[in-house]
């Protein structure tokens, strides 16, 4: 995309002159760098409840975020109002952290590289709402179908379409359209009159509505919540204390996320907070354990073709053969740290400052038969889908709860337990990966990462793999 | 803008919706100023100060409905606002249960409820930086074993927020808080803990001393030092005030009147039973001046109220807003919420459990084994089934005495017999943000651990 052609150039009138005057602003008080976000968020969500088309929402925000960075300081200031004038004044603000004279002379803005991970000709949001509302009816549809015992249905549909334009005062000058839609269906089951159980399924990226016409119907989402809900309608009391767990493939890759992913983010090490801080070069995981964070997977919804300080995402090596390789950095943190940028630089919106974050973080598949690692295992827990997750960085205690999981006896997968959190410590969990399983699978798309109050959409993968010790919270 | 621009223009929306061929439409209007800084190891770190605006209208057309938001607040802007709404509206389903708050139902309380400060407005960048630093700097003197922090901020936040209904109500407020907060890092060894404490107020007044905030989150991070992971064992379990909060948190979803009439909560349809010990009383009240969870009318235009959730452990009332009163057969206990737009849903006002007599030692004093809990992890409460299994950490417990730290564990049971079983309620009670709640023990649990 040019900039000419951007809607900030057509809708907003914005010239290269004008960032290069706002950038000269933000640095007029001194400082090292400076930014410019501008974002322009279309929003919209449809859904449907007791088959009835309850809401339909529609949202539009623009705005510009300034960032003024001197030594470890950082300057911010935001307007929902792209006027020359509150520019300014937001660029003024920003530029209070500085003082002293600029380390940046003249600023020439050329247009920086990026991928073209999502070349979605039509965005969701630009279709038609028909099409859109279709799909959570035909999601409530196909959930009642799967199962009398079915009796709550409710699906949203969700999209957005984001254009962002950054520049900074190191002379790049990046723009992007981000699109994004998702599904998802929850399903409530009972039996005869015993108490309900809940199902949950979703998932989606980058892509064209056609995704879930061709690819991820809603049918294929409405079953897979439908058909968990039926097996939590069987489930016992989940175990307590310590056993061997197995995780299934694609989206238990949140024990990824959270036992080393965030634990990786530059800001936590070069601060020392992390359990992982001063670590590169140890052993972390065991030899088995190959972790990347990738944002530069065709269509993923953590995919970005560039990050939010427009720089080109790529696929950084986190642990190799179980020693930790690297941090996951940002502008400010990369500097300091004087280390290259690995385009993990993300934030929520132009109201937020970018931080380092994750885009979508898997383990490489290993050699073993995924029915061997089950067969493997005496007495332990098969883990298939999982609900949240959250770590303590520094301690390195971290949590993530399972929604559809089974115990394992004698080498078979047998009843079906209650939701349990399974909790275990960062530097030391991956250590007893004792099996890693020949198919690694990314998730459905539905992952969302929270860090000090910012939302950012993530992916997950993993193969299936053995974990000989990790403990689990039930109560029998 | 001025409230009065800002409610002409909340007015106007209405009117145009309405002359679009909207048969009811209710807008919010709001306005909000932010500021924050950031210190670390006693240098500023960063600043940031920004104000924005936003509208929202959600239309009616006959029974069904159609929601937008918009940043743009130029007449182009919200023309694009109520056209967009209307055609949102032609997508939708009739829903024989939408519709505005009757007349009689609607209204606000009057007289000052105390959630605007001028003192916020008028704060100097200088001074706010600086009651950050005194923050961090307590921390950090408190002990050698505090030799790293991830900092402490001060932050501020004044807004203005005005709702009006094709109906007749139009009702604006004025709100404002600080906060202060410091989380510091103990090492000793190979052990490093942090942990958090905060002080939120209306006004820069009402905030507790930077000197307390701080060496309050020091003394915390240091206690968890050297923790032990216990064994797996059934014991009692005491909840500090702080994650008490959050077990009173999962109360409030299990009375939410969506959560209710959907059948999604282990609490729907026990109206007049038994759910909870003696010992407990809940209550939702928006009114009680200065508080977090206090405003004159809620997100439909229903002035705000007390309403009493769990009478001496007997659940009395669901938390509703109109829609899901007229689903339930009910009517509205005022407790709507949303953002600039969409249907309402429902949230708290100030939502709390009531105190008990027994002093914090005195629980703590009467117990032989078991867990006082000081950080939950997680999001494993499960409130169709009431299935409650949490990460853990805190300090054990041993012949009356909090005796060693203990991480790296988990604690579950059912929430339906964690309220029954909810054996003592303490005697101090803070309102620290819209959820409250003394210490509470339950009597038991199961802990998972070695």
Redesign the interface.
């Known amino acids: 995309m040019e900039f000419s052609e951007s809607i900030f150039a057509s809708r907003f009138n914005l010239t290269r002159q004008d960032l290069e005057n706002y950038l000269a602003e933000a640095l007029s008080h001194g400082g090292d760098y400076a930014d410019l976000y501008f974002e322009y968020l279309l929003t919209s969500s ?1 859904g449907i ?2 088959s ?12 510009v975020g300034v960032r003024v960075l001197s030594g ?9 109002d792209l006027s020359p004038e509150k520019i300014r004044k ?1 660029a003024r ?1 920003a530029a ?2 500085a003082a002293g004279p600029s380390k940046v002379d003249t600023i020439n803005l050329k247009d920086g590289p990026r991928h073209d991970l999502y070349p979605v000709l039509t965005a969701p949001s630009d279709t038609a ?2 099409s859109r ?1 279709e799909l959570v009816r035909r999601a409530d549809q196909a959930a009642r179908a799967y199962d009398p015992r079915i ?2 249905v ?1 699906a949203v549909y969700a999209d957005n379409l984001r254009h962002v334009m950054i520049a900074n005062s190191d002379g790049v000058l990046t723009l992007d359209r981000q699109p994004l839609a998702r599904l998802s269906v929850s399903v ?1 089951a ?1 039996e005869n009159d015993g ?4 199902g949950h399924s979703g998932g989606g990226g980058r892509v064209e509505l056609s995704f879930f016409e061709e690819e991820k119907t809603p049918e294929h989402f409405a079953r897979e919540a439908a058909r968990e809900a039926l097996v939590m309608l069987g489930a016992v009391e ?1 175990p ?3 056993m061997t767990v197995v995780l299934g493939p694609g989206w238990p890759g949140i024990l990824l996320h959270e036992a080393v992913g965030h634990g990786l983010e530059a800001d936590f090490n070069r ?3 992390s ?1 992982f801080s001063d670590r590169v070069g140890e052993r972390v995981a065991s030899e088995l354990c190959t972790v990347i964070d990738d944002g530069t997977i065709r269509s993923r919804r953590g995919s970005l073709n560039i990050d939010d300080e427009g720089q080109p995402t790529r696929q950084n090596v986190l642990i190799e053969n179980g020693i930790l390789r690297g941090y996951l950095q940002d502008k400010l943190s990369s500097t300091l740290m004087h280390t290259a940028p690995t385009g993990s630089g993300r934030r929520e919106s132009y ?1 937020h ?1 970018p931080m380092p974050r994750m885009t979508n973080t898997f383990m490489l598949a290993g050699e073993s038969d995924p029915q061997d690692i089950i067969r493997s295992v005496p007495k332990g827990l098969y883990c298939v889908s999982f ?6 960085i ?2 390195g ?5 399972a929604s559809e999981s089974y115990l394992i006896e004698d080498g078979k997968v047998t009843r079906p337990i ?4 399974l ?3 960062g530097p030391e969990a991956l250590k007893y990966v004792s099996m890693v399983g020949n198919d690694l699978e990314l998730d459905e798309g539905i992952g969302v990462c929270g860090k000090e109050g910012q939302s950012v959409p993530v992916g997950v993968g993993i193969p299936t793999i053995r974990i000989d010790r990790m ?5 029998a | 803008m001025s409230q009065n621009h800002l409610t002409e223009l909340a007015v106007e929306v209405v009117k145009r919706a309405l002359a679009a061929g909207a048969t009811d439409a209710e807008c919010t209007v709001a306005e909000g100023e932010e500021f924050s800084a950031n210190v670390r190891m006693r240098e500023l770190e960063s600043l940031k100060e920004a104000g924005s605006r936003g509208a929202g209208v959600r239309v009616l057309v006959g029974k069904r409905t159609g929601s937008t938001s918009t940043s743009d607040l130029s007449p182009d802007g919200i023309a694009r606002l109520v056209a967009s709404a209307m055609e949102l509206a032609s997508v939708t389903n009739e829903d024989p249960h939408v519709g505005l708050p009757d007349p009689g139902e609607m209204g606000s309380i009057s007289g000052d409820l105390g959630l605007y400060c001028k003192d916020v407005a008028g704060l100097e960048t200088e001074l706010k930086i600086e009651t950050a630093r005194r923050a961090e700097i307590a921390a950090l003197d408190t002990d050698p074993r505090i030799s790293n922090s991830e900092g402490a901020s001060f932050d501020t936040h004044a807004g203005r927020h005005v709702f009006a209904n094709s109906r007749g109500f139009c009702g604006a407020y004025r709100t404002s808080y600080c906060s202060l907060s410091a989380v510091p890092v103990a090492r000793e060894g190979d052990s490093m803990e942090r942990d958090y404490w905060d002080s939120l107020a209306r006004g820069f007044a009402g905030l507790e001393q930077p000197e307390k905030v701080g060496s309050t989150a020091a003394r915390r991070a240091l206690r968890r030092l050297h923790p032990t992971k216990v064994a797996t064992q059934k014991v009692p379990v005491v909840f500090e005030p702080r994650v008490a909060r959050s077990l009173v948190g999962s109360l409030f979803d299990a009375v939410h009147g969506m959560a209710v009439y959907r059948h999604q909560s282990f609490l729907a349809g026990r109206v007049g039973e038994r759910v909870a010990s003696e010992k407990v009383t809940v209550i939702d009240d928006a009114t009680i001046p200065g508080l977090f969870g206090t405003s004159p009318f809620d997100d439909e235009g229903v002035p705000s109220r007390r309403t009493v959730v769990i009478e001496r452990g007997v659940l009395k009332s669901y938390l509703l807003n109109c829609y899901a009163a007229r689903k339930l057969g009910l009517k509205t206990t005022g407790n709507a919420s949303r953002g600039l737009t969409g249907n309402a849903g429902i949230g708290h006002g100030n939502f709390y459990v009531e105190k008990g007599v027994e002093s914090p030692d005195a629980i703590i004093a009467g117990i032989r084994n078991g867990f006082y809990v000081t950080q939950t992890q997680g999001f494993g409460v499960n409130i169709v089934t009431g299935d409650y299994s949490q990460g853990a950490s805190g300090l054990w417990i041993r012949d009356g005495e909090l005796a060693f730290a203990v991480s790296e564990v988990t604690i579950a049971a059912n929430l339906k017999d964690m309220f029954l079983g909810l054996d003592a309620v303490g005697s101090d009670l803070e309102f620290r943000g819209s959820v409250a709640a003394p210490t509470l023990k339950i009597g038991e649990m199961t802990v998972g651990g070695k």
């Open positions: 449809i409840d007791e009835i088309v309850k809401s339909a929402a529609q949202g539009v925000s623009v705005g470890e300081r950082t300057g911010y200031a935001y307007s929902d937001a603000v209070y952290i709402f028909a509302v009796f709550q409710q409530l009972r108490p309900p159980q809940r989940a307590a204390g310590e601060k020392k907070v359990a109201e400052m609900g949240g997750g959250q770590v303590d520094t301690n205690n971290f949590v993530f709860s209650r939701n349990a959190t909790i275990g410590n403990t689990v919270g039930g109560t």
